[in-house]
């Protein structure tokens, strides 16, 4: 498997012609050792404006294709247009949907890049590449399949589902009831610090630090109600005063024998934890997800009159359109045009 790569990688019988990929002039002066640094500190935070999901993803897109390509007997880097075609067209026949391939065509652009070379995508001769991905988008395309959200109903169950007041049992209590509550994607739970929660009389004032829509990271602040149904702050309060931890990450992994550690969570731990827990409600656990919370709350709350701008102020969505989907589904028998007359 071909390694990821930080430089140009060129093949032995190139050697010569790095001109072609960094041109270099003569009579320019090496750069400073304190200019160097400079730019080894610019490429640190290039890195960082990519979320860490889609790193991740891009690594794992990478690895994938250059497995392919080696299997195959074919060149990764640089790859050509018509290779990235048939590594799509494999793809899709074996079941990969539009999103997944989209997104590795685009991890291996970005390898290209990084490497020095131009995008397969970019190229003059991508025309049938470009082929090949809209006849997978119209073959293999459709309605995206959206897991089920853990509106209140299913969420009280998951809940009463939870037996005990170990550790393992608050905290799983408090992630579900926090996650839902203030409509939080994955990667924003196992993010969440101690001193990201502030207590006030109406019940929660939760900071998200960063997101993925806020790769600036400004920052933004959550209110969550005390509730009387799901209490998502006694939950909350329950776990700190038993785990005890005064900074650091707020949701800690435990042990197998249920002891604290500092390490926070990970994203992936959070869609097992919230499947697991549908399960033993008697749900099936594989139409659940770690988004099952936030679209949880979106659910709820537009099955219960909420306007598209108080869900707005809960998800931090930048456009209204996913938002007024939910509202729309909730609404679909409400005043309904044939209700007087079917």
Avoid at 178 to 184: C, E, P, R, V, Y
Avoid at 321 to 339: M, P, T, W
Wanted: some cysteine.
């Amino acid at each position: 498997m071909a390694a990821s790569p930080s430089l140009p990688m060129l093949d032995p019988a190139d050697r010569g012609h790095e001109t072609a990929l960094v041109a270099l002039d003569p009579a320019q002066p090496a750069l400073p050792a304190i200019l160097n640094a400079k730019i080894e500190r610019a490429a640190a935070y290039a890195k960082a404006a990519r979320a860490g999901a889609t790193r991740r993803a891009y690594e794992s897109d990478w690895a994938i294709f250059t497995a392919w390509c080696d299997a195959h007997g074919l060149t990764a880097l640089p790859a050509t247009p018509d290779v990235v075609a048939v590594f799509a067209s494999d793809q899709a026949d074996a079941g990969r949907n539009p999103s997944t391939i989209n997104r590795r065509v685009a991890a291996i652009g970005h390898y290209h890049r990084a490497g020095g070379y131009p995008a397969p995508t970019a190229l003059p001769t991508a025309g049938r590449l470009a082929e090949v991905l809209a006849g997978i988008r119209a073959e293999h395309g459709g309605a995206k399949r959206q897991k089920r959200p853990a509106d209140a109903a299913a969420l009280r169950n998951m809940l009463a589902a939870i037996e005990g007041d170990d550790l393992r049992s608050l905290r799983d209590r408090a992630i579900l009831a926090i996650g839902m509550a203030a409509a939080l994607r994955r990667s924003e739970i196992v993010a969440l610090e101690v001193d990201h929660v502030a207590i006030v009389p109406e019940g929660l004032r939760l900071t998200i630090a960063r997101s993925k829509t806020d790769q600036a990271r400004h920052g933004a602040v959550i209110a969550i109600p005390e509730g009387s149904r799901i209490r998502p702050k006694a939950m909350l309060l329950a776990w700190i005063a038993a785990a005890g931890h005064g900074d650091g990450f707020l949701f800690r992994r435990l042990s197998r024998g249920g002891a604290l550690t500092p390490a926070p969570m990970s994203d992936r731990a959070i869609a097992r934890l919230v499947q697991q827990h549908a399960a033993a409600a008697g749900y099936d656990p594989t139409q659940f997800a770690g988004h099952s919370l936030r679209a949880g709350f979106l659910t709820e709350g537009a099955s219960q009159g909420a306007t598209i701008f108080k869900l707005q102020e809960v998800s931090r969505h930048k456009s209204v359109q996913i938002l007024s989907d939910y509202v729309r589904n909730a609404e679909l028998f409400k005043d309904h045009a044939g209700q007087r007359f079917l």
